[in-house]
């Protein structure tokens, strides 16, 4: 059985890296992949989300609607907007922090942020929800650029992510990402 | 043989080049940019690639080298096909010598495209055999076949994968480079009866192609990847089959289980049309379902073979309302017309316009199980349209635009690159967008309307060089009256920053002369042709009303870098005792760095997504923004 994963954020958060260093982790524990990414023009500054299938089984690269054993999200309207993929019993980890769109200022709908968190609890339930305070992440490591590495290593933790472990999400950050990097990505890892 | 975590469109790059390819020439294009690209990275010495400045060059290019017996291989989006639709038909009856491919990627949606056409459907216009890959692996093995068969048939072969095998990732297997395949090339040999094209060769061209695409049909009914199979059901003799190719193929193996009983052809070559192959499928079926993306063209290839062999089969799909005629497929919609298909349990109601009498009756009165009946409404999301990248100076040259016209009369023509997004609020700057290099012809018409019109067309500098000189020279030929703006990046931005004749820069690598544009349109005849940073907001401003009261044809070059590439200088601030929370530069701007606070109002720089382009420091009526530098 396949270990199907949904990665989910704004273009720029990091989704294409999430997805290559938890597809790396997969292939480094033997197991085959798919993957789908959004790229193009829904890249700027549109929501994105990467379809990560891992172990035998999975034929298409994407996930059907109900069928997604977890949701990786690095904002959490995003977690939202994917969460009719999530299977019942499914498991959402989400950085707490938005990104408002600029359209919330230009006449489109508000960001009602306590309204978004409060479906997330009420829907996927506390057991299977984790909310990762972003404030707190970007505070240890200096940046927010490293909160798509922050949330893969939460879900790890919680087993959002089947067989991959944070040791395997590790080894692909050394594999794949720039020594000068390198050492923030593995501090993310471990926050 | 090693494995490769590699994207379709790079799996297929390193198809063309363990196949020995020569020559690679192509436009970039979403869903196709990545072939290209991977060629250029992981070439061996002797291989030339190429960005032509469209697809039109390109397929000329490749064509030429073919001619001489060179591997080539042409990339192109399914729109960049119309580009080079004129050369590829000719090309058809002349053929070539080494191998050929067209690879298009088409792009069912659309995602990132004007269009839904379907190549499939094309390739059967121009007449030239057509491979549809299912996954990045199979678009790597079939990239090697499809050399062959060109080699073979001494004709272009065209491969198209569709975006979700382009951008989709898989663990590859693939060739060591010391196994990949080198070809020498025989040179062009002369010879005017092959390589000259007159009705008298069309003549023979055009009978022998028919002849040459029966026989091949025959042949491709055995072609491997043409596979009819069977689910592992209770009855041998399923009466129900389904017909599909391309990624709907893993939709509907991942909607398929061993309870099912049903029997699917897999179509990897639409045209020529394995007909022998789809026959013994259709043997013994009473209904079959095809599931396909943009155009019927199994379904129709189907109906033809049902009506040609007397065969009594009941075939559904787009044309029966039984398959959505337009967008992209996912793993539920195919699910749930499986589901109608095969009267299984889960069968939500039919689809508006099905007609399946069959799948009818035993859908009807069940209830959906999949889903929760009434799940609370989520709450209202922020919608995320894309955007301007925060500092991008096309926001810049279209305000500078916006401002010096307000209370004329204009009409602003658009074109096709990330200045399309020039459209969305606040800016509201695009009038019109049609396909490359449109927008300059469209404001002539106009114009020839409506003569009291201050027409403007917006073009950027890859797509100016790409298709916009032609219509600059029927502007100044034909007297029109509108003003060229060149958005000038120096980079092809929204596909991802490929180097084109303005940037001095080869996929070779080489460092070359820069073409200007500047040099190029006062050679076309225009005496007004102003260089200017639009982010230097004043004088930008008093530039294009000074220019668009000129008469005739004119152009501004607004030059300022991208941002996705240049490194920001200082970044702004605002000083939060001068903002009275007017929120004039997120009104006027909408600059994705500028966030209002929803309690006082006061407006907060994003030192994240902040260039320091200055502009909204230029419009703060208060001077309450300060410190950024421009690019």
Redesign the interface.
């Known amino acids: 059985m396949s270990t199907n994963v949904i990665l989910a954020g ?2 720029g958060q990091g989704a294409v890296l999430a ?2 260093l938890l ?2 982790a997969a ?1 480094g524990r033997g197991l ?16 994105v989300f990467s379809h990560v299938r891992m172990g035998e089984g999975a ?9 997604a054993d977890a949701i990786v999200a690095f904002e959490p ?1 995003e977690a ?2 994917q ?1 009719s993929f999530l299977r019942p019993g499914g498991m959402v980890v989400t950085s707490d922090a938005p990104v ?13 942020l306590s ?2 968190m409060s ?1 997330l609890r ?2 996927v339930g506390e057991g299977n929800l984790v909310v990762v305070d972003a404030a707190v992440a970007t505070d240890a490591l200096g940046t ?1 650029k490293a909160l798509n590495v922050v949330l893969l290593g939460a879900a790890a933790r919680a087993g959002a992510l089947g067989p991959v472990t944070v040791d395997d999400l590790a080894s692909a950050v050394r594999a794949l990402v720039k020594p000068a990097f390198a050492d923030l990505d593995l501090a993310a890892l471990n926050l | 043989m090693h494995r490769e975590f590699l994207m379709g469109n790079e799996a297929m790059a390193v198809g063309a080049l363990v196949a020995g390819v020569n020559v690679v020439a192509g436009y970039p294009g979403t869903p196709s940019t990545e072939v290209l690209e991977t060629v250029a990275k992981r070439r061996g010495e002797g291989v030339y690639v190429e960005w032509s400045v469209n697809e039109k060059a390109a397929l000329e290019v490749a064509a030429g080298a073919a001619y001489a017996g060179a591997r080539t291989l042409v990339t192109m989006k399914q729109v960049g096909l119309n580009v080079a639709s004129d050369p590829l038909m000719s090309l058809s009856y002349i053929g070539v010598k080494g191998g050929m491919v067209v690879l298009v990627a088409d792009d069912p949606g659309p995602i990132s495209s004007q269009t839904e056409q379907d190549t499939r459907t094309f390739a059967a216009y121009a007449k030239l055999p057509v491979l549809d890959p299912s996954t990045p692996s199979e678009a790597y093995a079939m990239m090697g076949e499809a050399f062959e068969l060109s080699e073979e048939l001494g004709c272009p072969v065209i491969v198209r994968p569709t975006t979700r095998v382009d951008h989709g990732y898989e663990d590859v297997e693939v060739a060591d480079p010391e196994d990949w395949r080198v070809n020498e090339p025989e040179g062009f040999v002369r010879d005017p009866s092959r390589w000259v094209i007159f009705p008298a060769l069309s003549v023979r061209a055009h009978a022998a192609i028919e002849k040459r695409d029966a026989v091949l049909a025959k042949r491709l009914s055995g072609y491997a990847r043409n596979a009819v199979t069977q689910t592992a059901g209770p009855d041998a003799r399923p009466r129900l089959g389904i017909a599909t190719h391309g990624i709907s193929a893993t939709y509907v193996a991942e909607n398929l289980s061993e309870k099912d009983d049903v029997r699917v052809l897999r179509i990897a070559t639409p045209y020529p049309f394995p007909e022998d192959l789809a026959a013994e499928f259709l043997d013994g079926l009473d209904e079959v379902l095809c599931v396909e993306e943009l155009d019927p063209v199994i379904e129709r290839a189907l109906i033809a073979t049902c009506a040609r062999r007397g065969l009594n089969v009941r075939i559904c799909g787009k044309l029966t309302g039984d398959i959505q005629p337009s967008g992209e497929n996912t793993v539920e919609s195919v699910g749930a017309a499986l589901d109608r298909f095969l009267g299984r349990g889960e069968a939500c109601e039919l689809a508006p316009g099905g007609s399946s009498p069959r799948a009818v009756s035993q859908a009807e009165g069940r209830e959906c199980l999949s889903t929760e009946k009434n799940p609370p409404a989520p709450p209202t999301l922020p919608i995320r349209p894309p955007v301007l990248c925060a500092g991008c100076p096309h926001r810049a040259s279209f305000y500078a635009v916006k401002c010096a016209m307000k209370g004329r009369k204009t009409l602003f023509c658009g074109d096709i690159g990330c200045y399309t997004l020039g459209n969305a609020k606040p800016l509201d700057m695009v009038d019109t967008c049609l396909c490359m290099g449109a927008g300059i012809n469209i404001a002539q018409g106009v114009t020839h309307v409506e003569p009291d019109t201050a027409a403007f067309a917006f073009v950027g500098d890859s797509t100016f060089f790409a298709s916009g000189i032609t219509g600059m020279v029927n502007a100044f030929y034909n007297q029109a009256n509108m003003t060229l703006v060149v958005l000038d990046n120096s980079t092809t931005a929204m596909t991802g920053h490929q180097p084109h004749p303005g940037t001095g820069r080869t996929m070779m690598g080489q460092v070359v002369e820069k073409v200007s544009i500047e040099r190029v349109l006062r050679a076309i005849g225009l005496t007004v042709v102003e260089t200017v940073d639009p982010l230097d907001h004043e004088l930008a401003v008093e530039t294009v009303r000074r220019v668009a009261d000129e008469p005739g044809v004119k152009a501004i070059i607004f030059r300022s870098p991208c941002v996705v590439l240049a490194r920001p200088k200082a970044r702004s601030t605002v000083d939060a005792e001068k903002c009275v929370g007017c929120q004039r530069c997120v009104r006027e701007l909408g600059c994705p760095a500028l966030v209002p606070d929803a309690a006082t109002g006061k407006v907060r720089i994003d030192a994240a997504q902040c260039t320091g382009c200055t502009l909204c420091e230029q419009i703060c009526p208060t001077r309450a923004i300060s410190g950024g530098e421009r690019l």
């Open positions: 704004v273009g997805s290559k597809a790396r292939m085959p992949v798919k993957t789908a990414e959004t790229i193009g023009m829904a890249q700027r500054g549109g929501s034929h298409a690269p994407l996930i059907g609607r109900g069928r309207a939202v907007r969460l408002v769109p600029v359209s919330a200022a230009t006449g489109g709908p508000a960001y009602d309204a978004i479906y009420e829907r927010a």
